[in-house]
């Protein structure tokens, strides 16, 4: 057996690809990255055609942090051949598939991800970390969590999931299926309404459509200025000082700077309702129902699925073929650190985090885990986003090897907490 990694990364999605690539920087440091997945695909159920970044392709997975690594999406279009093209083409935003494509291309060139390893305990013994896979055991000093969100399934579909009724990431596994049929579209966000326009614009079309949120309506993302400094690590760092009971009422009343829908997209969509309601005359029927809850759900016989929905004032019912649950994602640690749970504080049923992204645990100090896209209530609405990904995977990596960048000894322009912060 030899010396055990200076850590373990357990997935490979942009948060761990961002530390693997930042990792190849610092001479010395043994990593090893282990990804469940054959190979990178970003969110495939849900890479629809047209479907844009929500985020400046400047946020990649190093460029915030270091503009010279040979991991940027721009080092990418150069290495494609289509830098000058991609520039004149003018994208108001990145194509989803197009950064997909960047982070399969930085994926395949880092040698310390390995493919085909799902990680399925972590434990700790004989003084280091040991992950379970089904090729063997991995040893390490630490490890770095970043196995993304769980798709969230609200109460009453908890027991009802199958081809008839899924959660939008399995979207494209099932779309083809939904010409013809009438469909219900639960969730008023970015995933929602990117289901409902590629339904609208489908070459064959559901016969009727009920687009179904809790929400009084369908806010935009707000992204004017100074709601995007939320999105500064220093105004990460802020919120991670504040008292717990602050912290969750930021969250709150932050919501849509994270959660709303793309502006355009929603113009796009007014104008798709618009045409299938008043002008086009073969178009199913498309309901939009805001501020309507999916309070109950049964399976009628002959196989309709029956939803029983419920507003300020009024209970009704919608029938569909198939119901698509475009009802977003929760953090949580995976099931794999469950041999550790017992060892791992928590407050209010969400685990401690330390300022360097490690829980708090009762193991030596000297042995960490740090979690990725897991700290949404410490850090606040970016956590699970990609603008602070390059930074937060600094902050691990220095953590990891002792290097002291979180007490601001190399603070950047990206750490102050607004534009015009200048102290
Ligand atoms: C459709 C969609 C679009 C988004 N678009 C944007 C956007 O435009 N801008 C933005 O800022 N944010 C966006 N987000 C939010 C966020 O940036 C992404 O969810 C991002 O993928 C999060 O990266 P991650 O690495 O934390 O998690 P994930 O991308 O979910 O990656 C986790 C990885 O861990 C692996 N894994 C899980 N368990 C194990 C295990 N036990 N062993 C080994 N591997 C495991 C998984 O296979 C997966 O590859 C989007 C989210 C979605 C769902």
Not at 60 to 82: C, E, I, K, M, N
Not at 171 to 179: E, P, S, T, V, Y
Not at 282 to 310: N, Q, S, Y
């Amino acid at each position: 057996m030899g010396d055990p990694y200076d850590y373990a990364a357990v997935g490979a999605g942009p948060a761990n690809l961002s530390l693997a690539a930042q990792a190849q920087a610092r001479p010395g440091l043994r990593g090893v990255h282990l990804e469940r997945a054959e190979r990178f695909a970003w969110h495939p159920g849900l890479l629809l055609p047209g479907a844009t970044l929500q985020v400046s392709c400047l946020k990649d997975l190093v460029t915030p942090v270091d503009p010279t690594s040979p991991y940027t999406f721009l080092a990418f279009l150069h290495a494609q051949g289509r830098f000058h093209q991609f520039l004149n083409a003018r994208f108001r935003a990145v194509h989803r598939a197009e950064f997909d494509a960047y982070l399969r291309w930085v994926a395949e060139q880092l040698p310390t991800v390995r493919f085909g390893h799902e990680v399925h305990a972590v434990d700790f013994t004989g003084g280091c970390f040991a992950l379970e896979t089904r090729h063997g055991t991995v040893r390490a000093r630490h490890v770095v969590l970043g196995t993304g969100q769980t798709p969230y399934v609200p109460e009453p579909f908890r027991d009802a999931l199958d081809d008839t009724v899924f959660h939008s990431g399995q979207f494209l596994r099932h779309a083809d299926g939904l010409a013809g049929k009438r469909v219900a579209v639960v969730g008023g966000g970015q995933s929602g309404a990117e289901v409902v326009r590629h339904l609208l614009t489908a070459r064959a079309r559901p016969a009727e459509l009920h687009w179904i949120t809790r929400r009084p309506g369908l806010p935009p993302l707000d992204e004017s200025a100074f709601t995007n400094d939320l999105f500064l690590p220093g105004a990460a760092r802020a919120f991670f000082h504040l008292p717990a009971s602050e912290q969750a009422a930021r969250l709150a009343a932050q919501k849509y700077a994270g959660d709303g829908i793309d502006d355009t997209l929603l113009t796009e969509l007014y104008q798709l309702l618009y045409l299938a309601t008043y002008v086009e005359q073969d178009a199913g029927p498309v309901t939009l129902l805001t501020g309507h809850e999916v309070t109950g759900f049964t399976r009628a016989a002959g196989g309709a699925l029956r939803l029983v929905l419920k507003s300020a004032d009024a209970t009704a019912e919608a029938e569909a073929d198939a119901v698509v649950l475009a009802t977003g994602y929760r953090q949580g640690l995976p099931a794999c650190l469950r041999p550790l749970l017992p060892r791992i504080r928590f407050r209010d049923g969400l685990p401690r985090v330390r300022a360097d992204f490690s829980l708090e645990w009762d193991g030596p100090a000297g042995h960490r885990i740090h979690v990725q896209n897991g700290a949404r209530h410490a850090f606040g609405i970016a956590d699970p986003q990609l603008s602070l990904l390059a930074w937060r995977s600094r902050t691990v990596l220095d953590s990891i090897t002792g290097t002291d960048s979180i007490t601001g000894t190399d603070r950047t322009d990206a750490d102050r907490t607004t534009a015009h912060d200048h102290t």
